[in-house]
């Protein structure tokens, strides 16, 4: 199975709340996960990778921090959203030149 | 650093008819895979076929095939038989980022006409 699952689906939050986004996946064990972010009419940005528990890379300085607690599990945070922050993000599993990446359904964050 | 370039922001075809998306891309690697997605109005990621380099016989999966030119570094997708659920962005992308990150092209947004 491919199954992964993310929630929430949608959030509307006001600016410098913290937040607070969760993944996880059936099926393998130890995967590549991936936080992606979509702003409106872009295309997708690398946010972290992780390789397994603890182990996470960031691709690019923020405000958003991520977790992963357990095998199958992968968190988002913040401690206090900017409106930039707004956007659609994807959660995703599998990452190298032979494999394949599935993405879960997404969440969609608005801070206002 | 990888690059993976999609020319047409917009396509638009005739439900039942065919239409061809373009992508190209750049890397030194020479075994790989390569990937369409489709993102419908849900915004989920949907992987729509893949393509791995090694192999000479281009994919196929169903409606949707792949013309694989390896040595021009060129991937385009075709959708024969289109059909109104086919509207949505379509992305081609190469796994050859940092961290093994999926590169992708900006999409290419496909309208079906009825």
């Known amino acids: 199975s491919q199954t992964i699952h993310q929630w929430p689906a949608t959030l509307v939050q006001p600016v410098g709340s913290p937040l607070s986004l969760e993944c996880t996946v059936e099926?393998?064990?130890?995967?590549?996960l991936y936080w992606y972010r979509q702003a409106a009419g872009r295309g997708l940005q690398l946010l972290f990778y992780s390789v397994g528990i603890g182990q996470i890379s960031s691709e690019v300085p923020q405000n958003l921090s991520a977790s992963r607690p357990q095998d199958r599990q992968f968190i988002l945070s913040s401690k206090k959203l900017l409106l930039s922050d707004s956007g659609f993000y994807l959660c995703a599993r599998g990452g190298g030149l032979r494999d394949t990446q599935y993405f879960g359904p997404g969440t969609r964050l608005t801070v206002l | 650093a990888q690059t993976v370039t999609q020319s047409q922001p917009e396509m638009s075809v005739q439900e039942a008819e065919t239409v061809t998306l373009s992508c190209t891309y750049d890397t030194s690697e020479s075994d790989y895979y390569l990937f369409w997605y489709k993102q419908p109005p849900s915004r989920q990621m949907i992987l729509v076929i893949r393509?791995?380099?090694?192999?000479?016989q281009n994919a196929t999966e169903n409606r949707f095939s792949v013309n694989f030119q390896k040595a021009a570094k060129s991937f385009s997708l075709k959708i024969s038989d289109s059909q109104l659920g086919d509207a949505a962005m379509y992305f081609c992308a190469y796994p050859g980022g940092s961290n093994y990150k999926l590169t992708f092209g900006k999409g290419t947004l496909l309208t079906v006409n009825p």
């Open positions: 393509q791995e380099a090694y192999k000479q």
């Open positions: 099926g393998t064990s130890n995967p590549n």
